[in-house]
């Protein structure tokens, strides 16, 4: 019995570990000026949607969602803040990864002239290959979501356009955990560049049944005194 548990141990780490619970994930919505969505203690962010000029994610600004980190059962620790105008990506540093996130509608929901807000904490030992991650793109009203035992690690939201890339007001920036499972066959390592953003892909996304935005207000411009408004900001 002890040979075949080993033997299946051992089957098992050859064949890269389930970092990831996707059967043990919630949802949740980002309301208002400043609102957070946060993940609950040991479980980390692997999707998001954000939204056009109207609520276009179930109703809400955006919605964030989290899944269970294995064998993780630690508090977070170690965590701040980074903030980002329209358009831009940002990212946690070294094995920090996002815990929440603040996203907006036409205008810089998330406070001191920011679009995008997140919450990077490092999860006690979770180790991510940087040589590992890439960003995906989605359309306003749609949640993008990281594959395998990918985590989120940076983020890109819009205002009323679509600031992360062509047709993309949603950008994630996903990083897989060292040891752990990979669906992207053939792409180790891929490009992390924030300007080759993934063109926006269905396959692995959730559309939103409350999509109220339409292509047209692309073409409206943010005012310039909006923009110059933001300072960019991190709060331990």
């Known amino acids: 019995m002890l040979k075949i548990l080993a033997l299946s141990l051992l089957a098992g ?19 208002g000026y400043r609102h957070h969505a946060y993940c609950p203690d040991s479980y980390a962010a692997v999707g998001l949607c954000s939204s056009g000029r109207h609520r276009d994610c179930w109703g809400a600004n955006g919605r964030l969602k989290c899944c269970k980190v294995i064998g993780k059962q630690h508090p977070k620790r170690q965590c701040d803040y980074s903030a980002a105008r329209c358009g831009k990506g940002i990212k946690c540093h070294g094995d920090k990864v996002i815990t929440a996130m603040c996203t907006s509608l036409g205008g ?107 292509d047209s207000d692309d073409k409206e411009q943010i005012p310039a005194e909006e923009k110059e408004s933001f300072s960019e900001e991190t709060e331990e």
């Open 108 to 214: 810089p929901d998330c406070g001191h002239g920011a679009w995008t807000r997140m919450h990077c904490c490092d999860d006690r030992g979770l180790k991510l290959d940087r040589g590992r991650c890439r960003w995906r793109g989605a359309k306003y009203g749609w949640l993008q979501q990281c594959q395998g035992d990918e985590v989120m690690v940076g983020a890109c939201t819009s205002g009323r356009n679509a600031d992360c890339g062509k047709k993309t007001w949603t950008g994630i920036n996903c990083c897989r955990i060292r040891g752990g499972r990979s669906l992207r066959k053939g792409l180790d390592p891929v490009p992390d560049n924030f300007d080759q953003i993934d063109e926006f892909d269905e396959t692995n996304a959730i559309k939103s049944p409350t999509i109220l935005s339409d």
């Open 13 to 31: 780490l050859a064949a890269g570990l389930n970092w990831i619970d996707r059967r043990d994930c919630v949802e949740i919505n980002i309301y």
